[in-house]
């Protein structure tokens, strides 16, 4: 079993959508939950970050964890064509700082 | 602008030809990553150095190796490429805070690798 999976894909929604990714895990020593977008033939960047449960919203981004769960979230509102991209989960425990472990990615596609 | 470059962004290498991958940051960050990322899969952690300690991944091949002559640069070379080496090798860099707490990677545009 992978410590972290989440669905590839793709996903395609229209323009002004909400969109909703998922990942779980079973590593409950993670504490800190990542979401990158890498787009085509580009490196993943940081979009945000949780430390441990609860909710965190940018703009038009919202992420949650529910480790009761063992499942974190990414909705993003109003969706953009310019928010096509591969959306990356990735997590790491407090104790091991240097390494984090990625999701395979989900391939979203907004339709305008 | 603070960046992570890499060099080439494409590579086309034969079979079982030595190939050296190169990556540079202007962050003066004390860590370096490189990944190895197949088409739609997860990177895959190889190897990292903090400051000058190498950490390898127990799963990495000896195929690959890895140098870190300052701290700026970092090579990433493949010995003896096979066809499934054949994928994009992502360098990455970040700063461990020494008191714990977040630490952003901050990655480069990578290098697509084709074996032939």
């Known amino acids: 079993q992978k410590e972290v999976e989440q669905d590839p894909g793709p996903l395609s929604v229209p323009e002004g959508a909400i969109v909703s990714l998922n990942c779980t895990y079973s590593?409950?020593?993670?504490?800190?939950f990542m979401w990158y977008r890498q787009y085509s033939r580009k490196g993943p960047e940081l979009l945000m970050y949780?430390?441990?449960?609860g909710n965190k919203e940018d703009g038009r981004f919202t992420a949650q964890v529910d480790k009761s769960s063992k499942y974190i979230s990414l909705f993003i509102r109003d969706s953009q064509p310019s928010d096509s991209a591969t959306y990356l989960c990735?997590?790491?425990?407090?104790?091991?700082?240097?390494?984090?472990?990625f999701g395979s990615g989900t391939r979203l596609s907004i339709r305008p | 602008d603070a960046m992570v470059i890499q060099n080439p962004r494409y590579q086309v290498t034969q079979f079982g030809k030595p190939v050296t991958l190169s990556c540079s940051q202007t962050?003066?960050?004390?860590?370096m990553y490189w990944y190895q990322q197949k088409s739609s899969q997860a990177p895959k952690l190889l190897f990292h150095?903090?400051?000058?300690?190498?950490?390898n991944e127990a799963d990495t091949p000896d195929n690959f190796q890895s140098r870190r002559p300052n701290t700026s640069f970092c090579f990433l070379d493949i010995r003896s490429p096979g066809l499934g080496d054949a994928a994009m090798y992502l360098c990455?860099?970040?700063?461990?805070?020494?008191?714990?707490?977040?630490?952003?990677?901050?990655f480069g545009p990578g290098t697509r690798l084709t074996v032939l």
């Open positions: 150095y903090y400051d000058k300690d190498f950490n």
């Open positions: 990455a860099t970040s700063r461990v805070p020494l008191t714990g707490g977040m630490n952003e990677q901050f």
């Open positions: 590593n409950s020593a993670f504490q800190y």
């Open positions: 949780t430390y441990s449960s």
């Open positions: 990735a997590m790491r425990s407090s104790s091991s700082a240097s390494k984090i472990i």
């Open positions: 962050l003066n960050h004390n860590v």
